[in-house]
């Protein structure tokens, strides 16, 4: 008989039965346990929720600096199976594509995507055109289906002077060198795919050098700022306080 139940006779004759608790886990495997459940529901968090991630560079100044640290809705465009568990793939999962679309990708969201030419890498860029979209660049004017685009966001600091007719970062898509006055017209952005640009216009390497980003490869819309710390800035704690809570748009 399990020792968890004993029969006892009673004064009678008649049987008792007795349930015994079970031995208790130590506290070693309790604290075990815990951590490994908590540790699971975070990383099933960070891959299907949210994520934080940290501004490395300046390509989206004004709107996120170097050393802000962001949270990012993974949700928010629907269920994404993550590139890899851990660096591993196996087959007869659908790794990075989307399986369950919900909201839609619109213009201007803030977008956390996998850098096409290299998929080892996070590129976090503002959403410029949509599929179907005529866009160009004129003398870093952004035009779009043949109208100057509302672009509120967009910065720039190089002089007139530094601009120049066949640089793709004044002009989209390229002039020809050799006859630069020829306007060369709109690209189109392909069915499923989107043209990303950085909000610092002048300083930011983006869908104007290297093409389009995949629907599938958008990781989720950044949402807000929760730490911002300035490694150039005076003092021991040089904190952004006043960038802290501050949404992402």
Same mark, same amino acid.
Request: without cysteine; proline residues 10%; glycine residues 10%.
């Given at each position: 008989?399990?020792?968890?139940?004993?029969?006892?006779?009673?004064?009678?004759?008649?049987?008792?039965?007795?349930?015994?608790?079970?031995?208790?886990?130590?506290?070693?495997?309790?604290?075990?346990?815990?951590?490994?459940?908590?540790?699971?529901?975070?990383?099933?968090?960070? @891959?299907?929720?949210?994520?934080?991630?940290?501004?490395?560079?300046?390509?989206?100044?004004?709107?996120?600096?170097?050393?802000? =640290?962001?949270?990012?809705?993974?949700?928010?465009?629907?269920?994404?199976?993550?590139?890899?568990?851990?660096?591993?793939?196996?087959?007869?999962?659908?790794?990075?594509?989307?399986?369950?679309?919900?909201?839609?990708? =619109?213009?201007?969201?803030?977008?956390?995507?996998?850098?096409?030419?290299?998929? @080892?890498?996070?590129?976090?860029?503002?959403?410029?055109?949509?599929?179907?979209?005529?866009?160009?660049?004129?003398?870093?004017?952004?035009?779009?289906?043949?109208?100057?685009?509302?672009?509120?966001?967009?910065?720039?600091?190089?002089?007139?002077?530094?601009?120049?007719?066949?640089?793709?970062?004044?002009?989209?898509?390229?002039?020809?060198?050799?006859?630069?006055?020829?306007?060369?017209?709109?690209? @189109?952005?392909?069915?499923?795919?989107?043209?990303?640009?950085?909000?610092?216009?002048? =300083?930011?390497?983006?869908?104007?050098?290297?093409?389009?980003?995949?629907?599938?490869?958008?990781?989720?819309?950044?949402?807000?700022?929760?730490?911002?710390?300035?490694?150039?800035?005076?003092?021991?704690?040089?904190?952004?306080?006043?960038?802290?809570?501050?949404?992402? =748009?």
């Amino acid at each position: 008989m399990p020792e968890a139940a004993r029969n006892y006779p009673g004064p009678n004759g008649e049987v008792s039965r007795v349930e015994t608790a079970p031995p208790r886990k130590s506290a070693a495997r309790e604290y075990g346990e815990a951590f490994g459940i908590a540790l699971v529901l975070a990383l099933i968090i960070r @891959t299907f929720f949210i994520q934080a991630y940290k501004i490395p560079s300046g390509s989206m100044e004004p709107t996120l600096l170097i050393g802000d =640290h962001i949270l990012v809705n993974k949700l928010i465009y629907g269920l994404r199976v993550p590139d890899s568990v851990f660096g591993l793939t196996f087959p007869g999962i659908p790794w990075g594509q989307y399986v369950f679309p919900l909201e839609s990708i =619109h213009r201007g969201d803030v977008v956390v995507f996998v850098f096409p030419p290299d998929p @080892t890498k996070d590129f976090i860029k503002r959403v410029i055109g949509l599929p179907g979209d005529k866009v160009q660049v004129k003398d870093s004017v952004v035009y779009l289906n043949g109208e100057k685009m509302d672009d509120p966001h967009a910065h720039f600091d190089a002089s007139p002077l530094e601009r120049s007719p066949v640089n793709l970062r004044d002009n989209f898509p390229a002039r020809d060198p050799n006859d630069p006055s020829k306007d060369p017209g709109p690209v @189109t952005v392909p069915e499923g795919k989107y043209l990303m640009m950085g909000d610092n216009r002048d =300083h930011s390497y983006d869908g104007r050098y290297w093409g389009f980003v995949d629907r599938n490869l958008v990781e989720g819309r950044a949402v807000i700022i929760y730490w911002s710390w300035d490694s150039d800035g005076a003092g021991i704690l040089p904190i952004r306080w006043g960038r802290f809570g501050k949404v992402v =748009h």
